[in-house]
C-alpha cells in the first residue's frame, strides 16, 4: 500500500506523533482504509483452501417462512429455552432429530456453562505476535469535549457515530462534529432543546456523511445536514412516547433507517420529500410487547460491493432477549431466520456485527452474534433460486464475557470484555493475538437510556439488567479503526503495519522475539498482517532486508553486553544464548555470504564468540544444510575443535565438508596423528582422488602383529574393520564412509583395488616377507568377512573376459595362501572351501578348482587323531556340504570319514539325502548334544505328510528297539511318543522294557496327568491292569504318592486295587478305596485300627524322645478318622452314625481311663483336647443327651466322680451357648437389613420423574399440542420425553414376559445401555395393561432399576447373600475324601472376588 508510512529507524518512537497528524493521516487513509478490506478479501479468496476449517452445519431451509405478526403473536417465556418456532414449517422428511438437535444453536450452547466460561486461558500472546494494535488518545477531540462541557454546558458525551466526520453526542443535547484534523466544525442543537429531548441517547451518520441523525433519551429523533449544520427534521412521534432511543440507524438507502427504543419495539423510519416538505413514515417492524429487542445491526456494503446479490435485500439483523432475527426490508418485510439463544446469563450483553468475508471462492457476508461467552457465525449467502440460505460455521468459544464486538477486517475481530480487556482474535484459527488493558479510557456505558430514566424508567426488570453493561453508541468502527468514547477523551485503535509490530518489540529490546515475528511474515503464518502487498517473493523479499538489519543491530547488541572477561563460563553463555539465532536466521534467509562474511568477521572480534559461532555450525553441517563454506571458517572450525580436543567431532565434521580448498597433507596428517581413519580415507578419496594409500597406511599398522601371531589391539581390530569395509565401499562403486564414487571413476577404482590386493609384494618389503601379503593379512585378520566382501564382489561383475581373470586369479591365489600354510584354523579353512563351493554351485559359474583339494580338506577336517575343536570342524563341513560343496565328494567315503570322526550332523544331512531316517535316530542317539531331539524327529517323520508308509515303519521299529534308551532318557517324551503315535501297543512297550524302575517312570509319565502329558486320555486306550501295575510299582517305589495318584487315575477295579494295598500294608489307601467303594464301616473299622495302634504306642512309651513325633502321628490319624466320618454322616442314619462316632470317642477315652487305673500318664492334657475336639465335631451329628448318657452309663465313669468329666460337659454346654448367640445375632441382622432393602425399595419404585424438556424428542412437538389421536406420554428416568405413537414408529419397544416395555430413543440409538421406561407422567387418552399376569410375583422394570441402584449404593454384597451362599456350600458341599480338590464346575463366589471386603458397618442412609 502506497501510503502505508515507512518506519526505517527503528529508535523511531511510533507514540510521539501528534494526535492531530494520526488523526488526519488514518482519515487521509479513508479511501485505501476502505481498500483495506476488499484487499483482505483478495487475500483472503488466495488462502482459501488452506484457513477454510470452519466445519459447516446447514441450518434447516424454511419453505414458508413466518410473517412478522406470527412472530409478534409468539410468548416469550424467559425461563424456557427456545427451539425453532413451528417444526411444521421444517422439511420434517429431509431432517432428523439428530441433525437438527446439532444445528440448533440451543443445543450447541447447552451444558455447564460455569465449566464452558473457565476454560483454559491461550499462552501469553505478545511473545508469539508482538503488539498487534496501536492505541492514540485524540487529544484535540478529547480537549474541546472537556471543554464544550465547561464553557457551553454541554454535559458528559454519551454517544458517538464515525464516518469521513466524527459526530460526539452529549448528555445535554448537543451533537459536537469534528473534521479529519480534529476541528470542531459544527456543534448542533443547545441546551435547551436539551432540557426539551433530553441526552443524545444515539447517532448515526449516513454513507455519504452528508446527514446525521440523533436520537434522544426522551424518545425524539432529529435529522441534521452535515453540509450547512440546518436541522432538517425533529420526529416525535415515529414510536411510542416515553421511551429512550436506544439505536439508531442508516441503511444503505440514504431515505431508510431503523430505530429501537427502550420498550424493545423497532421502527423503520422512511424519509421522504414532497413538495418541498420533508416527512417521515414510521412502520412498526417488532414490537417489544411480544419481546424486547436491544440490539439492531443493518447490513451495510462497502462500494465496491454495492452490486453483490444480497444488498437487494436490505437485512437487518435484530437480537431480542431470547432470539435473534434476520429479516429482509426490500422488495417487501420477510423473516429470514429466526435462532434461539438457549439459557444464559440474564445480565450479558447481546451484540451484532456484520462483515463481508470470502469463503470457498465466494465473498458473502457473515453475520457474528453473541451474548455472553461464545461468539456464533452466521455465513448468509442467496442461492440461485433467490432465496437466502444461512450456515453456521465454527463458533468460538471465550473464558469471558463480552460486551462489545468488532470486525476490524475479515480475519481479525475486536471483543471486549465485561472488566474492559480488548482481545484481538484470528477468527479462522481463534487463536488470541492480543490483550489490551483499557481502563484507562473510562468508557461510556448507555446504562440510564436502557433504563429510560429520562421518560421515568419505564421498561422492564429484564431490559434494565442487560443495559448494566450496554456501550453500543460508546463504540464506533469505521474504515479498519475502532473508536472508543470516554467520559473526558476519545480513543482510536488501529492495526499496526507489520513493520511497527517488528518496530515495536524493539523498541522494547525484544530482538529474538521481532527475529521471529519478522520470519513469520516471511513464511506467510502470522496473523492480522497489515502492509504486505504484492506478490510472496516480494513481500519476502521486503521481509527479508529488515531481517538482515535487525541481525546485525542483534550482533552488536550480542558483543556490546558481553559480561566481564574474567568469567569464561559465563560469557560462554551469553554468546550460546545469542549467536546460534543469528546462524539459524541467516540460514533460513539462505545468506551464507552474510554469515560467513560480515558476521563472522564482527564475531571474531571476540574469541569466546567466535568459538560459539563455529560450534553452531556443526549440526547444519552433519545435516548435510550447510555446504560451501569459506576455507578460512573451514581451516578455524578445525583448528577450534582441536583445540578443544573434540577430535570425533572433527573427524564427523571433514565427512561432510568439501575439503578441497584446505590444505590437504596437513589434514591427512592431523587424522593419523589422532586416528581419524574415516577422516584420513574420505581426505585421500575427496581431496585427491586417491584410494590406495589409505589402504597401504592401514596395512601397514596391521600386518605385522598378525603375521607374528600376535593378539590385535582393540584399536587395531577397529582398523581392521574400516579397511574391510573400505575395500568393499571400493570393489562395489561406494564411497567411504558415505555417498558414491563417481560414476566415471568406478572401474578405475575396481581395478586399482584387485590389482592392490593381489600384489606378489609390498612396496617396502623385507626379503622374507610371505607372498600375497595383503591377501595373507585380510584372510588372518578375519576369513569370513573378508571372503563375503568377495562373493559381493562377484556378484556385482558383469560377464566380461577381464572379469572371469580376476575372479579366476585371486581363487588360485586363496587356494595356494590357505591351503599351503598350516597356520590357519579349520574354521579358516572350511570358510574358504564353502565360499568356493558356493561360487562353483553357481548356475554361471566359470570358477575351475581341482577337486583333489576337495579331498584333502576332508581329510584335514575329519583327522581322527586331532581331537580339538571337533564342533567346529563338524560345523565347517557342515557348511560345506549345504553351499554345495557335496558334488566336489564321494558320497560313501565321506559318510565313512565322518562317522569315524564321529561327526553325526553330517551323517544326518547325507542319511537325509538317501532317505535313511531309521539310521538318523542312531546319530541322534549317539550324539550326546543332540539326543534330546530325538523325540521331536521321530515324531515329525510320524506325523508329517510326505514320507512313504515303509519309511515310518522302519522309524517306528529303529524306535521300539531303542525304546529302553529313549524312556530312560526322557519318559515323559517317551509315553508322549507311545500315546500319540502307537496307543495300541502300549502293551508291547511295558514287556520290552524290563527294568522295572524305567517302566515304573514310563507308566507314571503315561498314566498320571500332573506329569504333563498333553494327551487326551480318551484317546489312549489303556487296560485297567496296565493301571493295576502302574499301582503296584507305584506303592513299592513312592508309598507316599498313592493317595494323591488315585484321585487323579480312572480305569483302576476296585477290588483288585484294594488286594493290592492290602499286600503292600497301606491302610490308609486301603480305607480310601473302602470309602469310595461305599463301604464306610469297613474303612472306618481300618481307620480306627489304626488310631488305636498309635495311641497304645503312646501309652506305653517310657521315653520322651519321641514325644512329639508320635503326639503329632495320633492327632492326623485322628483328624482323618473325624473328616471320613464327616463325610459319611449326612447319608446315614442316626444309629450308623453312633456306630462311626461312639467307637470312635471310646477309643480316644481309652487311654484315660487306663491312666486312672494303672501309671499316671504322660500326657493326659493333649489327650484331653483331641478328645474335646472328638466331642465338638460329633455334636453337629449325634444328639448332645445321647452324647451325655453314653458318657455317664460308661462304668469307669459311673464309679468315678463328676470331676472327672466335668472338663467335657461344660465345653459341651459353651458350645451350645455360642450357636444360641449366633443365631439370635444373625437373625437380627437378617431383619435389619431386610427391613432397610424394602424401605429404600419403596422409596425408589415411588420417587416421581423430572423431564428435561417439555416437547417430545422425535417429534419436537411440545406434548400439549397433539390431541388428535389416543396418544399417552411416555417419561423415562434419563428426563426424556416422547409421545408413545412417536415411539412406536422408531421401533422402540420390546417384547418380554408377555409385556410390552420401551425403551429411550435416544439413549438407545447413541448406542447407550437403554433404560426401561417409567409410568407415563401424563396420558391424554386411555392406558395400556398389561395382557398376561406372570405366574409367580416379580419385579417391574421401575423396581429392577430401583433394586441396582440400591445395590450400588451398598457398595457390595449384602449380609443376606453372604449368610446365602454360606449355606448353599455348606448343603451343596461335595463329599470328596481327604478334601480332595473340587473339579466340578466352577462357580462365581463372592469370597473368590478379589475385591472381596467384609463389612461390619450398618447399611447407608439413603437420601429422600
Request: aromatic residues 8%; negative net charge.
Amino acid at each position: 500500500m502506497e501510503n502505508e508510512p515507512d518506519h526505517e529507524n527503528v529508535e523511531q518512537n511510533l507514540c510521539a506523533k501528534t494526535t492531530e497528524e494520526e488523526l488526519s493521516k488514518s482519515f487521509n487513509l479513508e479511501a485505501s482504509l476502505s481498500k483495506f478490506s476488499y484487499i483482505d478479501l483478495d487475500k483472503e479468496l488466495e488462502f482459501k483452501n488452506d484457513l477454510i476449517d470452519d466445519k459447516e452445519f446447514d441450518i434447516p431451509q424454511v419453505d414458508t417462512p413466518p410473517t412478522l405478526e406470527s412472530i409478534l403473536n409468539e410468548t416469550d417465556d424467559e425461563e424456557e429455552s427456545f427451539v425453532l418456532e413451528d417444526p411444521t414449517l421444517l422439511n420434517i422428511d429431509t431432517i432428523d432429530s439428530h441433525s437438527y438437535d446439532t444445528s440448533s444453536v440451543a443445543s450447541s450452547d447447552s451444558g455447564d456453562r460455569t465449566n464452558l466460561k473457565r476454560k483454559k486461558k491461550l499462552p501469553d500472546s505478545f511473545s508469539l505476535h508482538g503488539s498487534v494494535m496501536r492505541h492514540s488518545l485524540l487529544k484535540g477531540i478529547s480537549a474541546q469535549i472537556v471543554s464544550a462541557a465547561d464553557k457551553v454546558d454541554a454535559g458528559l458525551p454519551t454517544a458517538i457515530a464515525v464516518s469521513s466526520l466524527i459526530a460526539v453526542g452529549t448528555s445535554h443535547g448537543l451533537a459536537l462534529i469534528f473534521d479529519q484534523n480534529q476541528a470542531l466544525r459544527l456543534c448542533l442543537g443547545s441546551t435547551s432543546v436539551g432540557g426539551q429531548y433530553g441526552a443524545i441517547s444515539a447517532l448515526s451518520i449516513n454513507n455519504d456523511c452528508s446527514r446525521l441523525l440523533c436520537g434522544f433519551a426522551k424518545g425524539q429523533i432529529t435529522m441534521w445536514d452535515l453540509a450547512s449544520g440546518k436541522l432538517l427534521r425533529s420526529i416525535t412521534d415515529a414510536h411510542p412516547p416515553g421511551t429512550a432511543i436506544l439505536h439508531i440507524k442508516f441503511t444503505d438507502d440514504p431515505t431508510l433507517a431503523i430505530c429501537n427504543d427502550s420498550g424493545g419495539s423497532v421502527f423503520e423510519l422512511t424519509f421522504k420529500r414532497v413538495m418541498g416538505v420533508r416527512t417521515c413514515e414510521s412502520r412498526c417492524l417488532f414490537s417489544g410487547s411480544k419481546g424486547e429487542v436491544c440490539c439492531i445491526e443493518p447490513l451495510h456494503s462497502k462500494p465496491e460491493l454495492k452490486d453483490h446479490p444480497i444488498t437487494q435485500f436490505s437485512l437487518l439483523a435484530m437480537a431480542s432477549l431470547t432470539k435473534i432475527l434476520v429479516i429482509g426490508l426490500k422488495p417487501s418485510l420477510k423473516v429470514w431466520m429466526t435462532f434461539p439463544y438457549g439459557r444464559m446469563d440474564p445480565s450479558s450483553v447481546p451484540l451484532l456485527a456484520w462483515h463481508f468475508v470470502a469463503v470457498h471462492n465466494y465473498v458473502n457476508p457473515m453475520l457474528a452474534f453473541c451474548r455472553g461467552d461464545v461468539v456464533h457465525f452466521l455465513l448468509v449467502k442467496r442461492d440461485e433460486s433467490g432465496a437466502i440460505h444461512v450456515t453456521k460455521q465454527k463458533h468460538l468459544h471465550l473464558y469471558y464475557d463480552l460486551i462489545n464486538f468488532t470486525w476490524i477486517n475479515s480475519r481479525t475481530v475486536v471483543l471486549l470484555d465485561s472488566v474492559e480487556k480488548l482481545h484481538v482474535i484470528d477468527r479462522q484459527t481463534q487463536e488470541e493475538l492480543e490483550t489490551v488493558e483499557i481502563s484507562e479510557v473510562q468508557l461510556v456505558y448507555n446504562s440510564s437510556h436502557f433504563k429510560s430514566l429520562a421518560t421515568g424508567g419505564n421498561v422492564s426488570q429484564a431490559l434494565a439488567l442487560v443495559g448494566e453493561k450496554a456501550c453500543y453508541q460508546s463504540i464506533s468502527s469505521y474504515g479498519g479503526q475502532i473508536f472508543y468514547l470516554g467520559t473526558k477523551s476519545v480513543y482510536v485503535m488501529m492495526l499496526r503495519s507489520w513493520r511497527e509490530r517488528v518496530d515495536h518489540l524493539l523498541k522494547q529490546d525484544c530482538l529474538t522475539e521481532a527475529l521471529a515475528l519478522a520470519w513469520s511474515f516471511h513464511e506467510g503464518k502470522a496473523k492480522a498482517v497489515v502492509g504486505l502487498s504484492g506478490d510472496a517473493s516480494k513481500r519476502k523479499a521486503v521481509v527479508a532486508d529488515r531481517m538482515v538489519e535487525i541481525l546485525f543491530h542483534y550482533a552488536d547488541r550480542a558483543l556490546k553486553k558481553c559480561p566481564d572477561q574474567g568469567k569464561i563460563q559465563v560469557m560462554e553463555q551469553h554468546f550460546q544464548d545469542m549467536v546460534p539465532v543469528i546462524v539459524d536466521y541467516c540460514l533460513l534467509l539462505e545468506r551464507k555470504d552474510l554469515l560467513f562474511s560480515q558476521m563472522y568477521d564482527k564475531l571474531s572480534e571476540n574469541s569466546v564468540a567466535k568459538g560459539v559461532f563455529l560450534e553452531c555450525l556443526e549440526p547444519y553441517i552433519l545435516s548435510d544444510k550447510l555446504v560451501g563454506m569459506t576455507p578460512q571458517v573451514m581451516k578455524d572450525l578445525i583448528v577450534h575443535f582441536q583445540d578443544k580436543k573434540l577430535m570425533e567431532n572433527v573427524e564427523a565434521l571433514i565427512v561432510h565438508m568439501d575439503i578441497t580448498s584446505l590444505d590437504i597433507q596437513q589434514v591427512v596428517l592431523m587424522c593419523w596423528e589422532n586416528r581419524l581413519y574415516d577422516a584420513m580415507i574420505y581426505v585421500y578419496n575427496r581431496g585427491m582422488n586417491e584410494f590406495i594409500s589409505p589402504m597401504e597406511k592401514l596395512f601397514r599398522v596391521i600386518a605385522p602383529p598378525l603375521n607374528a601371531g600376535r593378539t590385535l589391539t582393540d584399536e587395531q581390530v577397529v582398523m581392521g574393520n574400516k579397511l574391510l569395509v573400505y575395500i568393499s565401499c571400493c570393489l562395489a562403486g561406494r564411497a567411504y564412509p558415505l555417498g558414491d564414487i563417481p560414476e566415471d571413476l568406478v572401474p578405475l577404482v575396481k581395478n586399482q583395488v584387485f590389482e592392490f590386493l593381489i600384489r606378489l609384494h609390498s612396496a617396502e618389503a623385507s626379503p622374507e616377507e610371505e607372498i600375497y601379503p595383503y591377501v595373507r593379512t585380510l584372510l588372518h585378520f578375519d576369513t569370513r568377512e573378508f571372503l563375503n566382501v568377495l562373493a559381493l564382489t562377484f556378484e556385482d561383475f558383469k560377464n566380461d573376459k577381464q572379469a572371469v581373470e580376476y575372479q579366476q586369479r585371486i581363487v588360485d591365489i586363496l587356494l595356494k595362501v590357505m591351503v599351503e600354510n598350516s597356520d590357519f584354523t579349520p574354521s579358516q579353512v572350511g570358510c574358504l572351501f564353502t565360499f568356493l563351493a558356493r561360487q562353483l554351485a553357481k548356475p554361471d559359474n566359470t570358477l575351475f578348482v581341482n577337486r583333489t583339494l576337495f579331498d584333502q580338506v576332508l581329510e584335514f577336517l575329519c583327522s581322527p587323531d586331532d581331537d580339538s575343536r571337533h564342533s567346529e570342524r563338524q560345523q565347517v563341513l557342515l557348511e560345506l556340504l549345504q553351499a554345495g560343496g557335496i558334488v566336489q565328494f564321494e558320497e560313501s567315503r565321506l559318510i565313512r570319514m565322518a562317522e569315524k570322526a564321529e561327526f553325526y550332523q553330517i551323517c544326518e544331512f547325507m542319511y537325509e539325502r538317501e532317505h535313511q531316517y531309521d539310521k538318523i535316530i542312531d546319530c541322534y542317539l549317539r550324539d550326546p548334544l543332540r539326543e534330546e531331539e530325538v523325540f521331536n524327529y521321530i515324531h515329525n517323520i510320524l506325523s508329517i505328510p510326505g514320507h512313504s508308509a515303509e519309511e515310518k515303519q522302519s522309524v517306528w521299529q529303529k524306535a521300539m528297539d531303542h525304546i529302553e534308551e529313549l524312556v530312560s532318557l526322557r519318559p515323559c517324551k517317551a509315553a508322549e511318543l507311545v500315546a500319540i503315535h502307537f496307543s495300541e501297543q502300549i502293551e508291547t512297550v511295558i514287556k520290552k522294557l524290563q527294568n522295572q524302575v524305567l517302566l515304573f517312570k514310563f507308566l507314571r509319565s503315561l498314566l498320571d496327568p500332573r506329569e504333563g502329558v498333553h494327551v487326551h486320555q480318551e484317546l489312549v486306550q489303556i487296560s485297567p491292569c496296565v493301571t493295576e501295575q502302574f499301582i503296584e510299582l507305584l506303592c513299592q517305589f513312592s508309598p507316599n504318592q498313592v493317595i494323591e495318584t488315585l484321585q487323579v487315575l480312572e480305569c483302576y477295579r476296585l477290588e483288585e486295587t484294594i488286594q493290592i494295598t492290602q499286600k503292600y500294608q497301606l491302610h490308609e489307601v486301603t480305607a480310601y478305596l473302602l470309602e469310595k467303594k461305599g463301604d464306610i464301616h469297613g474303612a472306618f473299622l481300618i481307620m480306627l485300627k489304626r488310631l488305636q495302634s498309635k495311641l497304645q504306642e503312646i501309652t506305653h512309651q517310657d521315653e520322651k524322645t519321641k514325644e512329639e513325633l508320635s503326639l503329632k502321628d495320633v492327632e492326623d490319624t485322628m483328624v482323618e478318622t473325624i473328616a471320613l466320618c464327616q463325610r459319611n454322616s449326612h447319608n446315614l442314619n442316626q444309629q450308623q452314625r453312633e456306630a462311626l462316632w461312639f467307637p470312635l470317642l471310646e477309643a480316644m477315652m481309652a487311654p484315660q481311663k487306663l491312666s486312672g487305673s494303672t501309671a499316671p500318664h504322660l500326657h493326659p492334657e493333649a489327650l484331653k483336647s483331641l478328645t474335646m475336639q472328638v466331642l465338638n465335631s460329633m455334636a453337629a451329628f449325634i444328639a448332645l443327651p445321647s452324647i451325655l448318657q453314653r458318657i455317664l452309663q460308661d462304668p469307669v465313669y459311673g464309679k468315678g466322680k463328676l470331676g472327672e468329666i466335668q472338663g467335657l460337659i461344660l465345653g459341651m454346654l459353651d458350645t451350645f451357648n455360642y450357636e444360641q448367640t449366633l443365631l439370635e445375632t444373625t437373625t437380627s441382622l437378617l431383619n435389619q437389613d431386610l427391613h432397610w432393602s424394602l424401605c429404600n425399595l419403596r422409596a425408589s419404585v415411588t420417587r416421581g420423574l423430572n423431564p428435561k424438556q417439555d416437547y417430545c424428542s422425535i417429534c419436537l412437538q411440545q406434548y400439549k399440542r397433539r390431541q388428535e389421536m389416543a396418544d399417552e406420554i411416555i417419561v423415562f428416568s434419563c428426563g426424556h420425553l416422547y409421545h408413545s405413537f412417536c415411539l412406536q414408529n422408531k421401533e422402540c419397544t420390546i417384547e418380554t414376559e408377555g409385556q410390552t416395555r420401551w425403551t429411550c430413543y435416544k439413549c438407545s440409538s447413541s448406542n447407550k445401555v437403554g433404560k426401561l421406561s417409567e409410568n407415563s407422567s401424563e396420558v391424554k387418552k386411555g392406558k395400556t395393561v398389561p395382557s398376561q399376569a406372570a405366574s409367580e410375583p416379580v419385579l417391574d422394570p421401575q423396581q429392577i432399576q430401583a433394586f441396582d441402584q440400591l445395590c450400588r449404593l451398598y457398595r457390595g454384597s449384602s449380609r443376606l447373600a453372604l449368610l446365602t451362599e454360606l449355606s448353599q456350600n455348606r448343603s451343596s458341599e461335595s463329599y470328596r475324601p481327604f478334601s480332595g480338590s473340587q473339579s466340578g464346575p466352577a462357580f462365581n463366589s463372592i469370597f473368590q472376588n478379589e475385591n472381596f471386603q467384609l463389612q461390619l458397618i450398618p447399611p447407608p442412609v439413603t437420601e429422600d
